[in-house]
């Protein structure tokens, strides 16, 4: 894994975008895996950056809300947060604060959705993730759009963030925190995330 690269100009992705993240696990079941982000300067794709990664404890192939897997396919980013100050991404960024949520009452209108709790109160806060309080995991993150019609007990809260102490999450993808910088200093509207096993990525 170590060694790991890949040919994205081969993929059908790399004619609809000019930036692609790949996140290949060795096996299903690992929460260890290969982080590869690639950028098209002209016609030529490069690599920007490659990084070890940590996802869901119980590996690939996310189903439901609590199977702590991390979801398979190909994502966008759809909202950039962090409890630090915007470290120079182009992109619009919150900096958290108290009132924001991530949304995880499948019963609410808002599941699977950041929410500001002076504007929006109708949902149970128990059931959410209280952004500010992952001071490590969330110094910088992005949502992947895992689960974006917000299909009830599907799961919400899927996040590309920082390393915490453990080698593994509850399904989102982690990297170091060097590394998230530099991602959220490079990302574009237009970049998508491939989450799969190596012998799968030729389908994207």
């Not at 975008?17 to 290969?34: E, F, G, Y």
């Not at 098209?40 to 794709?45: F, I, P």
Request: charged share 25%.
């Amino acid at each position: 894994m170590n060694s790991l690269t890949y040919d994205v100009s081969k993929l059908k992705l790399s004619k609809t975008t000019d930036q692609i993240m790949l996140v290949i696990p060795a096996n299903p079941r690992t929460s260890m895996a290969k982080f590869l982000y690639y950028v098209k300067d002209g016609n030529v794709w490069k690599e920007y950056l490659k990084s070890e990664a940590h996802i869901g404890r119980n590996g690939l192939g996310k189903q439901v809300a609590g199977d702590k897997k991390t979801p398979v396919g190909v994502f966008k980013f759809t909202k950039y947060f962090g409890v630090a100050d915007n470290p120079g991404t182009k992109l619009p960024y919150v900096k958290l604060n108290q009132y924001h949520y991530w949304n995880g009452d499948s019963n609410s209108k808002k599941y699977n959705q950041f929410v500001d709790s002076r504007e929006y109160s109708a949902f149970n806060k128990k059931a959410s993730e209280h952004l500010v309080d992952y001071k490590i995991a969330n110094k910088y993150a992005m949502n992947i759009s895992y689960n974006e019609k917000g299909v009830p007990n599907k799961g919400s809260a899927i996040f590309l963030h920082c390393y915490t102490s453990n080698p593994f999450t509850a399904g989102c993808v982690a990297l170091p925190e060097k590394n998230m910088l530099k991602v959220m200093k490079k990302v574009n509207k237009n970049c998508k995330i491939v989450i799969d096993l190596v012998q799968n990525i030729h389908k994207y």
